[in-house]
């Protein structure tokens, strides 16, 4: 099957930042809706674009939900439709690139900014939904700032160094490539730097890498989107900067941190992850207390692949979220802690068949329970 059709954001702006920074944003849901901001970040080199498929399928359940209808999470005590947001990172899209370095320090300082211009307050979190190099970008984020925070999904999230291991030699390999760029960048101008980097092979070559389905119009739709996406950024400075980010922190830098914060994690992986190898994303799973979603046959594209799968986990979270809310808000209640670990995310209209997701829920930290450390529990969602 092709990939899924979908409305795109129902707006692009630009805001104004501290310090003159300036950032697009595209905007899934009407800036007056109701319920907790979700902010969706982007992977390396993507855009916002590489994230439509999750804002279609999530507005779709939420919709769904809110309205009453059958099916899963149709008691879920939603509030109304959260508004969904995803920024362009500085530089890449039509995000203007930053004046200073692009390090994490900047990048989490940025988002910060973003949240703050969003609303966020302690008595108003946000929940923060990140794709690979944008997980670690959320995780950072949530242990700087995790009064502002109601809950943290990481997609595909990068949990193993990409400096050790038998994946070394191409993080190596790749940072010479941008470095060479950057390079030529410095001789010949951006022009040819820029040429050098987008050059339709490298691209093609770098997407048939990702790509794990075995469905060819599936695999055409992905290779065009990253044609279409993955050149997007402004300059070889910025590209380098922020791969050098992606390969020297990980999700795990703030594992304690956020195994002790006071809202839930969710991971989302996939078990053919070359990138982010499933092991790690286990142990880090474990080791915060997460809920760990793993799809089957599904690589580091879990946003191209199996979109309606890392909507419906990122749904049931925010459910749960509402159930909390509606919980705290009845005289002599107690949030639950300990979301129920038989509840499985409801299989979506995905862009493909396969398997459902293999879920291991582990109780996730409750707002009084500090680490929510507990045993998990496995389980198949046949398709």
Do not use: C, K
Request: charged share 20%; net charge neutral.
């Amino acid at each position: 099957m092709s990939g899924p059709r979908r409305p795109g954001p129902v707006a692009r702006e630009d805001l104004d930042l501290p310090g003159g920074i300036r950032l697009r944003v595209a905007r899934y849901t009407p800036r007056g809706s109701p319920g907790p901001p979700v902010v969706l970040v982007h992977g390396f080199r993507g855009d916002h674009h590489g994230l439509d498929t999750i804002a279609l399928f999530l507005t779709r359940r939420r919709r769904a939900e809110t309205a009453g209808a059958s099916g899963p999470g149709q008691d879920a005590g939603a509030g109304g439709l959260e508004r969904i947001v995803a920024p362009d990172l500085p530089g890449f899209g039509a995000g203007p690139p930053l004046p200073g370095r692009h390090d994490l320090a900047a990048y989490v300082r940025v988002l910060a900014d973003l949240l703050a211009a969003e609303g966020a307050t302690p008595d108003r979190p946000v929940v923060l939904v990140g794709h690979s190099f944008g997980s670690v970008l959320v995780a950072h984020l949530a242990a700087a700032r995790p009064e502002l925070v109601a809950g943290l999904a990481l997609v595909n999230p990068i949990t193993s160094d990409p400096l050790a291991g038998p994946r070394a030699w191409a993080s190596r390999a790749t940072r010479g490539y941008y470095g060479l760029a950057r390079g030529l960048a410095r001789l010949a101008g951006p022009g040819p730097a820029r040429a050098f980097l987008a050059w339709p092979p490298v691209v093609r070559a770098m997407s048939e890498a990702m790509a794990t389905t075995r469905d060819p119009a599936l695999r055409a739709w992905i290779h065009d989107q990253h044609a279409r996406h993955f050149s997007t950024f402004s300059d070889a400075r910025v590209v380098a900067e922020a791969f050098e980010v992606s390969i020297t922190h990980t999700v795990r830098d703030v594992e304690a941190v956020l195994a002790a914060a006071p809202f839930p994690v969710l991971v989302v992986a996939g078990d053919a992850d070359d990138i982010a190898p499933l092991p790690g994303q286990r142990a880090f799973a474990a080791a915060v207390g997460a809920r760990l979603v793993v799809l089957p046959r599904v690589g580091h594209l879990v946003h191209y692949e199996r979109p309606d799968a890392a909507a419906d986990a990122v749904a049931d979270l925010l459910a749960d979220l509402a159930a909390r809310r509606a919980d705290a808000g009845r005289p002599g209640s107690e949030p639950d802690p300990d979301p129920d670990p038989d509840h499985a995310p409801a299989p979506g209209p995905g862009p493909g068949p396969g398997p459902g997701p293999e879920l291991d829920s582990r109780p996730g930290p409750g707002p009084d329970s500090g680490s929510g450390s507990g045993s998990g529990s496995t389980r198949t969602v046949a398709r």
